[in-house]
């Protein structure tokens, strides 16, 4: 009988390479976000806290491309090792911006983490094929979205605290710096692929081959549709995380561990749904539960919008029991829970479809292309509610329009699901 995914040497480095990876990333854009909320003082806290989201995102539209070029031409390992040895020297950038109190050279390191990832991005999910029997897939996609979002969690946590005041800079130090020393660790444990299109000739203008992938992806209306799916989910993630802090700063009324705690909340529930949705899979392609999670999805966030609509500012700011304890601080977190755990059922069907769809000598460069256009969706929609932000759209607003547009989304995908095979 063979091991456990999570003993198994084909898997278990990938997925700690993964996890160690997640939370520096969250670990570094929470405590910039806990900076700039807290303690910089701007005058428009809200954009600009959106606008971090896109610095980290946008590499991935450039640069996706070129990542599933290289993860195809050369061994997946390889190239992750190597990724992930550079960004040792990202998080000493980040350290000394820490250290300096400089946001200018917070969000260099963070659009660093956001580059390397891109780079990532199409060898962590192109390799899990090249590893994993094809009724692994739901439960290794799962065990990557959970340990994704529990790192989302324990780097969101670290990074509440290391951003309280300014004397954690060494709490902060040694966490970006001895994480990114494991997922290099880590990534060298990751077994060989060997290469999976050998003859590929990288392009220099990422341009030409981004382009080249989107065109390749849209021939296939499986994996287009898969494609689309997957971006839906990824910028009403990105939305939601950046409306969240504000949301229950301004409205609900909460505190630095406050904020934290609903964060922590929405990390454990995407865990949760995502191995809801490999329970039920059993080794197979499921996507009616991708339909299911769209509509769930659709309607805790509108009920998370009516639930804070026309509530004025909060007077003050409190802790998480005195919070949890109001009526709508519980409603808004029982809306957060359901949305993120729908989240969850929502994406792991749809990306295991993905791969299995994929090609083994284009898996990579498939995976890139949907990277690219979730970085789209993703960067696009963090622009326009940082624009609807500036011009007077409030948080409770924006979350009523993004339950709105999922439902609409999930009319969608029910009139054009593939078949099941």
Same mark, same amino acid.
């Given at each position: 009988m063979p091991p456990p995914l999570l003993l198994s040497r084909r898997f278990a480095p990938l997925f700690w390479c993964q996890f160690f990876a997640a939370f520096n990333d969250n670990f570094l854009k929470t405590a910039l976000v806990f900076v700039i909320l807290f303690q910089s003082g701007t005058r428009d806290p809200e954009a600009l806290i959106t606008f971090a989201s896109a610095v980290f995102i946008a590499p991935y539209f450039f640069l996706s491309g070129l990542g599933g070029e290289l993860a195809d031409r050369y061994d997946k390992a390889w190239m992750a090792q190597r990724i992930k040895f550079a960004e040792i020297f990202v998080a000493a950038l980040a350290v000394w911006g820490y250290v300096q109190t400089s946001l200018p050279l917070l969000f260099i390191a963070l659009a660093g983490f956001g580059i390397l990832g891109a780079l990532f991005g199409p060898i962590k999910y192109g390799i899990l094929p090249d590893h994993l029997h094809r009724t692994e897939l739901p439960a290794g996609n799962a065990l990557v979205e959970g340990a994704t979002f529990v790192a989302i969690l324990l780097g969101t946590l670290a990074g509440g605290l290391a951003a309280r005041n300014g004397s954690e800079a060494g709490l902060f130090a040694a966490l970006v710096i001895s994480f990114a020393i494991a997922c290099w660790i880590a990534a060298l444990l990751i077994p060989a692929t060997g290469e999976g299109a050998p003859g590929l000739k990288v392009a220099i203008n990422v341009v030409t081959s981004t382009a080249a992938m989107i065109?390749? *992806?849209?021939?296939?209306?499986?994996?287009?549709?898969?494609?689309? %799916? =997957?971006?839906?989910?990824?910028l009403v993630g990105i939305v939601v995380l950046s409306l969240l802090p504000p *949301?229950?700063?301004?409205?609900?009324?909460?505190?630095?561990?406050? %904020? =934290?705690?609903?964060?922590?909340?929405?990390?454990?529930?995407?865990g949760v749904g995502s191995g809801l949705a490999a329970v039920i899979a059993r080794g197979r392609i499921v996507l009616r539960t991708t339909l299911v999670g769209a509509i769930l999805l659709g309607v805790f966030a509108l009920d998370l919008g009516l639930a804070t609509f026309g509530a004025g500012p909060a007077l003050s700011l409190q802790g998480p029991a005195f919070v949890f304890a109001s009526l709508l601080g519980l409603r808004v977190a029982i809306d957060l829970c359901g949305l993120a755990i729908?989240?969850?059922?929502?994406?792991?069907?749809?990306?295991?479809a993905v791969q299995v769809w994929s090609g083994a000598d284009h898996r990579a460069r498939t995976i890139a292309a949907v990277n690219v256009l979730n970085a789209a969706f993703m960067t696009g929609a963090t622009i326009i509610v940082a624009v609807m932000q500036k011009y007077g759209a409030t948080v409770p607003a924006l979350f009523m329009l993004i339950g709105i547009a999922t439902l609409a989304v999930a009319l969608a995908i029910w009139r054009t699901m593939p078949k099941p095979e």
């Amino acid at each position: 009988m063979p091991p456990p995914l999570l003993l198994s040497r084909r898997f278990a480095p990938l997925f700690w390479c993964q996890f160690f990876a997640a939370f520096n990333d969250n670990f570094l854009k929470t405590a910039l976000v806990f900076v700039i909320l807290f303690q910089s003082g701007t005058r428009d806290p809200e954009a600009l806290i959106t606008f971090a989201s896109a610095v980290f995102i946008a590499p991935y539209f450039f640069l996706s491309g070129l990542g599933g070029e290289l993860a195809d031409r050369y061994d997946k390992a390889w190239m992750a090792q190597r990724i992930k040895f550079a960004e040792i020297f990202v998080a000493a950038l980040a350290v000394w911006g820490y250290v300096q109190t400089s946001l200018p050279l917070l969000f260099i390191a963070l659009a660093g983490f956001g580059i390397l990832g891109a780079l990532f991005g199409p060898i962590k999910y192109g390799i899990l094929p090249d590893h994993l029997h094809r009724t692994e897939l739901p439960a290794g996609n799962a065990l990557v979205e959970g340990a994704t979002f529990v790192a989302i969690l324990l780097g969101t946590l670290a990074g509440g605290l290391a951003a309280r005041n300014g004397s954690e800079a060494g709490l902060f130090a040694a966490l970006v710096i001895s994480f990114a020393i494991a997922c290099w660790i880590a990534a060298l444990l990751i077994p060989a692929t060997g290469e999976g299109a050998p003859g590929l000739k990288v392009a220099i203008n990422v341009v030409t081959s981004t382009a080249a992938m989107i065109r390749y *992806l849209r021939a296939d209306p499986r994996l287009w549709w898969g494609a689309m %799916v =997957t971006s839906w989910f990824w910028l009403v993630g990105i939305v939601v995380l950046s409306l969240l802090p504000p *949301l229950i700063k301004t409205i609900v009324g909460g505190n630095e561990e406050t %904020v =934290t705690a609903y964060l922590a909340v929405f990390s454990i529930a995407v865990g949760v749904g995502s191995g809801l949705a490999a329970v039920i899979a059993r080794g197979r392609i499921v996507l009616r539960t991708t339909l299911v999670g769209a509509i769930l999805l659709g309607v805790f966030a509108l009920d998370l919008g009516l639930a804070t609509f026309g509530a004025g500012p909060a007077l003050s700011l409190q802790g998480p029991a005195f919070v949890f304890a109001s009526l709508l601080g519980l409603r808004v977190a029982i809306d957060l829970c359901g949305l993120a755990i729908a989240g969850g059922l929502f994406i792991v069907p749809a990306f295991a479809a993905v791969q299995v769809w994929s090609g083994a000598d284009h898996r990579a460069r498939t995976i890139a292309a949907v990277n690219v256009l979730n970085a789209a969706f993703m960067t696009g929609a963090t622009i326009i509610v940082a624009v609807m932000q500036k011009y007077g759209a409030t948080v409770p607003a924006l979350f009523m329009l993004i339950g709105i547009a999922t439902l609409a989304v999930a009319l969608a995908i029910w009139r054009t699901m593939p078949k099941p095979e």
